[in-house]
């Protein structure tokens, strides 16, 4: 099953350009890379999906290099309601499609 | 439009007990997810429905845990009885087809097991 590596937690500041990094060395050719954003006793919310190059919307951007073994996902000028956990999944084509989701990486932004 | 509905948000038990949760989701979604969500991890799969039918539940620990999807609308999640380290969040999610990678989630049940 395709798996995601993500950094644990992550700190920044507002106004700043954030970019996290997830490995998933194992993606299949037809797997989409997507992030989910959750806060505190919420459920996650959809952020952006891609399959390779680079992605924008209203939001963030994500950026796939060719090999597609990483991803990044952008967040322009933070704000401190950014604080977070930010999710990197992989959808498994080979098990109906399900979407393995990893702890994901904790992003702290201070004033 | 409104999100995925979910109930109770909370809901403290003993051991042994019987549970639970109900969701409606986004209507004119087809595909309908069960998520299982300890603190500090991320969500967990344990089954999907598409329309009433499931497509998955492989990670639905069946000797205690049940689900349903009547007339492909609304769903139940039942656990039968409780054990300590079910205490989670459920979290409810749909998407307008299947497959797919953009799920809508609920704001959860979060479950104590006493």
């Known amino acids: 099953l395709a798996k995601t590596t993500q950094p644990i937690s992550m700190d920044s500041y507002e106004g700043q350009e954030v970019n996290i990094t997830c490995s998933h060395n194992n993606i299949a050719t037809n797997d989409y890379i997507t992030w989910y954003q959750q806060f505190p006793s919420q459920g996650p919310r959809f952020i952006i999906q891609g399959y390779k190059t680079k992605v924008t919307n209203e939001v963030a951007s994500l950026f796939i290099p060719a090999d597609r073994k990483s991803s990044t996902l952008s967040l322009p000028r933070v704000s401190l309601s950014d604080t977070a956990v930010y999710y990197c999944?992989?959808?498994?084509?080979?098990?109906?499609?399900?979407?393995?989701w990893g702890a994901g990486t904790k992003l702290i932004i201070k004033p | 439009e409104a999100g995925v509905a979910q109930s109770p948000r909370y809901k403290i038990i003993e051991k042994r007990q019987s549970v639970a949760f109900w969701c409606n989701p986004i209507s004119g979604h087809a595909t309908l997810y069960w998520y299982q969500q300890i603190l500090g991890q991320g969500p967990k799969l344990l089954i999907q429905f598409q329309n009433n039918g499931v497509v998955d539940d492989s990670q639905l620990p069946k000797d205690r845990f049940s689900a349903e999807r009547l007339k492909g609308v609304d769903s139940t999640l039942k656990i039968q009885p409780a054990k300590l380290e079910d205490s989670a969040v459920y979290l409810c999610a749909s998407s307008l087809v299947w497959p797919s990678t953009e799920a809508f989630f609920g704001q959860g049940t979060r479950l104590t097991v006493v």
């Open positions: 999944l992989v959808g498994d084509g080979d098990s109906n499609y399900q979407l393995i």
